[in-house]
T-cell receptor, first 117, second 113 residues
Framework: EAGVTQFPSHSVIEKGQTVTLRCDPISGHDNLYWYRRVMGKEIKFLLHFVKESKQDESGMPNNRFLAERTGGTYSTLKVQPAELEDSGVYFC???????????????FGQGTRLTVV | AQSVTQLDSQVPVFEEAPVELRCNYSSSVSVYLFWYVQYPNQGLQLLLK??????LVKGINGFEAEFNKSQTSFHLRKPSVHISDTAEYFC???????????FGTGTSLTVIP
């Protein structure tokens, strides 16, 4: 069974440019999460999809970030325009059910390392 | 809300020596506790979790952790580390609804031959 896949693994862009990160969850997982780790800091929640609907986007830092999950399959996270403070590692996770941490397992991708210069 | 503090950002240890990675949490409600590991170029992988019951939790790869409610700690231990244990380790907490995870800043474990 394929795991959670993220593309690209690394991205270096200039300030002001646009970047789109992609996450392919495990097939059949309705719940998809985005997290971000800024260097040296904790991994922080960004948002949660249930199928194609945004269940919780309380962690999105500002309106330069746009997440979509068309058709309830893969998800994209677009940053436009990128700023220096957006640099970090963006993780995606998926799970079968929510409230899942105890009852089921969340599976994480390897992350996308974004560097804004 | 909950929060997690990992006191050590980097821990070097010689191969076959024991290791303890420290984690303290803060919460006004009951919590679930977790340790995740990220090996180089891989995703986060669940090592172990505490939900209820026995305070000593055993996980994969010989790791274990002990939940101490009075000290609000959940330290991770391994009696003898291998080179392959070199990775970054994250402690995490959630409330009992599991609606959100709160991770620590991570501890980078380096096993020295």
């Amino acid at each position: 069974e394929a795991g959670v896949t993220q593309f690209p693994s690394h991205s270096v862009i200039e300030k002001g440019q646009t970047v789109t990160l992609r996450c392919d969850p495990i097939s059949g997982h309705d719940n998809l999460y985005w997290y971000r780790r800024v260097m040296g800091k904790e991994i922080k929640f960004l948002l949660h999809f249930v199928k194609e609907s945004k269940q919780d986007e309380s962690g999105m830092p500002n309106n330069r970030f746009l997440a979509e999950r068309t058709g309830g399959t893969y998800s994209t996270l677009k940053v436009q325009p990128a700023e220096l403070e957006d640099s970090g590692v963006y993780f995606c996770a998926s799970s079968l059910s929510h409230g899942f941490w105890a009852n089921t397992e969340a599976f994480f991708g390897q992350g996308t390392r974004l560097t804004v210069v | 809300a909950q929060s997690v503090t990992q006191l050590d950002s980097q821990v070097p240890v010689f191969e076959e020596a024991p290791v303890e990675l420290r984690c303290n949490y803060s919460s006004s409600v009951s919590v679930y506790l977790f340790w995740y590991v990220q090996y180089p170029n891989q995703g986060l992988q669940l090592l172990l979790k505490y939900l209820s019951g026995s305070t000593l939790v055993k996980g994969i790869n010989g790791f274990e952790a002990e939940f101490n409610k009075s000290q609000t700690s959940f330290h991770l231990r391994k009696p003898s580390v291998h080179i392959s244990d070199t990775a970054e380790y994250f402690c995490a907490v959630s409330d009992l609804t599991g609606n959100q995870f709160y991770f620590g800043t991570g501890t980078s474990l380096t096993v020295i031959p």
